[in-house]
């Protein structure tokens, strides 16, 4: 036995283990969809926003894209000739250079640095005329961003691969390096300074708003900040603030190679995708904590039965081996007094009623043993009949206690009956309460021990009528009180150990209770004594007619609990 418990609990551990395993890789592939999809997009939105940064950089440098196709040391040759660029490499500035993004455009060959000497010449694109011309002074926008040029070409002189290069100094000019790859030198600089305002609000912002628009539909928010002056030039949506507080959602983009002040902060929000990802996961935790949590039931639930299972099969074994033995008992007692008369060797009256006696005795005691387990037999198989009738139930159980009075007093006991006045009717079956009665008062004598009192009482206590059997013997453990209703079940303990039973009479009295719609309770405590309480719904309000006075054994009451006494029988 203690190798199939053993093996019983080694198996349930590795459900139990496997069920906690699965749940573990479920509850980890979830999150990380969860994650994954987050990322995924995340990452969307990350691509949208490189996206816009190079919308922006084509939208400054889509005008210099034509300029590799040309030959910069014939563009300067050209030049020094006739002072003017060649026609085809003017068409290919036009749209540059009458762009509104761009307030003026400058032109200062390399080797004439009108920032450093003013008596150079320096141009300045007439839009008119469409063509440069010279002009004393400028601004110290223009040579900043010449100077800025300058020094970034000397800086790469040996890592030039195309015919030009441009140089932003901020926001506030955008510098075209011409570069003769063939001699590996400058041939000059166009400067174009740019317009902030139309930049930031006709063309940024509108394509922020045109592009993300509303940042609840778009799940992301935009804006474009000049870090170094701690200002927001632009933003997508508004109604968000900038509020300089980076998170897991936030992503920063610099521009390369354009206003280098400049930097896009996005704000990553919970887009429909992600919402939409959470309320799934939180879905699938809820069922996969449901199923988890079911699955353990069924487990501890296959276990608790299985255990059950074969402890009722022990106790039927040994029922088995005790009703034999008890069954035997009387069969043997039996025949040899029937073998005694019957030979003749009983011929004195006094002996003869002696063994007549003792025949009854236990013909009495086999015929209970028959109706126990016939009474099981047929409620295990569903044939138990129940013929209900209107009762006052009091009467009944008086009937009872006065066709029992006899014999329970005869065991030394003590045996009273209280009833309140007036109860109402009832749908019982008689011989079911007779049947209920009999075996918790043989409960009660089985157990009593020293102090031999038993009481039974007849109340009503709201929609039901209670039927009590109170004992003052040695009670019932809080743990035993748990499965004392179940079948073959004994207490284990020296008391029951000396006392004959089966394990039926309580089980018994359960399923005739619940046959009448009604429960069984007890309450007990161990050395104070045991009450059996079966309640039974009440059908009738009606109060049972007066019926001749008829005596009955002086009561006493039970504690706490005042009854009208009832008289002795003569």
């Given at each position: ?5 053993s ?32 990322e ?11 996206e ?12 210099f ?13 050209h030049?020094?000739?006739?002072g ?12 540059a250079?009458?762009?509104?993004l ?6 200062s ?16 694109y ?6 440069f ?13 010449i100077g ?12 030039y ?20 790859l ?13 317009d902030r305002?139309?930049?930031v ?9 045109e592009?993300f ?7 992301v928010?935009?804006w474009l900040r ?5 200002e ?7 109604t ?32 429909p ?19 988890v949590i ?6 501890i639930?296959?276990?608790i ?6 402890e009722?099969?022990q106790r039927?074994a ?8 008890e ?18 060797r ?6 003869l009623?002696s ?7 236990e013909?009495?005691?086999l ?6 387990l ?15 009738s209107p ?16 014999y ?9 009956l ?26 009660a ?5 020293i102090?031999k009192?038993?009481?039974?009482e ?10 009590r ?10 743990t035993?009180?748990?499965r004392?209703?179940?079948?073959f ?5 020296s008391?029951t ?41 009440v ?6 007619a ?18 009208q ?5 003569g």
């Open positions: 036995m203690k190798r199939s418990i093996t019983r609990n080694i198996f349930l551990g590795i459900g139990l283990i496997a069920v906690v395993t699965l749940t573990g890789m479920n509850v980890y592939s979830l999150f990380e969809l969860h994650e994954t999809t987050i995924a997009a995340e990452e969307n939105k990350r691509n949208q926003i490189d816009f940064a190079n919308q922006l950089r084509y939208r400054f440098a889509s005008p894209f034509g300029l590799r196709r040309f030959d910069m040391k014939t563009v300067e040759n030049y020094l000739k006739k003017t660029f060649p026609e085809k490499f003017h068409r290919q500035l036009t749209d250079f009458n762009d509104p761009f307030s003026d455009v400058y032109w060959p390399h080797d004439l640095d009108h920032c450093m000497d003013s008596t150079l010449p320096i141009y300045r007439d839009s008119e005329n469409a063509e011309k010279a002009v004393e002074s400028v601004s110290d926008i223009v040579c900043e961003g800025l040029a300058r020094s970034r070409s000397r800086a790469l002189s040996s890592e691969v195309h015919s030009y290069r441009t140089s932003f100094d901020t926001h506030r000019s955008l510098t075209v390096s011409l570069i003769n063939r001699e590996n030198r400058v041939v000059g600089h166009i400067t174009l300074l740019i305002d139309y930049l609000n006709q063309i940024i912002q509108s394509q922020l708003q592009t628009g509303n940042a609840e539909q778009s799940g928010v935009l000049d870090w170094m002056a701690g927001v030039l632009a933003v997508s949506d508004t968000y603030a900038y509020t300089g507080h980076s998170d897991q959602h936030q992503v920063r983009q610099r521009y390369t190679d354009l206003p280098d002040n400049w930097i896009l902060n996005a704000q990553l929000l919970d887009s995708a992600i919402a939409a990802s959470d309320t799934s996961l939180f879905r699938n935790l809820i069922v996969l904590g449901t199923a079911a699955l353990f039931g069924a487990l639930f296959m276990y039965t299985a255990k059950r299972e074969r009722l099969a039927q040994g029922f088995l081996a005790n009703v034999t033995h069954l035997k008992t009387p069969l043997a007692a039996m025949q040899a007094a029937g073998e005694n008369i019957s030979d003749g009983v011929a004195d009256g006094e002996r009623k063994y007549g006696t003792h025949i009854y005795n013909t009495i005691r015929r209970k043993m028959i109706d126990k016939l009474d099981v037999a047929r409620i295990d198989s569903g044939q138990s009949i129940i013929q209900k009762q006052h139930l009091d009467q009944l159980v008086e009937s009872w206690f006065r066709n029992h009075y006899n329970v007093t005869s065991r030394g006991f003590k045996f009273h209280n009833t309140e006045d007036r109860l109402p009717t009832t749908m019982v079956d008689v011989d079911h309460i007779e049947t209920i009665l009999s075996n918790l008062v043989d409960n004598i089985k157990y009593s021990g102090k009192e038993i009481a039974i007849v109340a009503r206590n709201g929609k039901w009528m209670e039927l059997v109170t004992d003052r013997g040695v009670g019932i453990s809080h035993a009180q748990k004392i209703f179940d079948k079940y004994r207490i284990e303990d008391m150990a000396r006392t004959k039973g089966h394990g039926l009479g309580l089980s018994i009295v359960r399923d005739l209770v619940h046959l009448h719609e009604g429960d069984v309770v007890v309450e007990s405590s161990p050395g104070s004594g045991t009450t059996f309480t079966a309640r039974i719904p059908v009738s309000t009606a109060a049972p007066e019926s001749p006075a008829m005596s009955k054994p002086e009561s006493i009451a039970l504690p706490a609990k005042k009854k006494p009832q008289a002795e029988p």
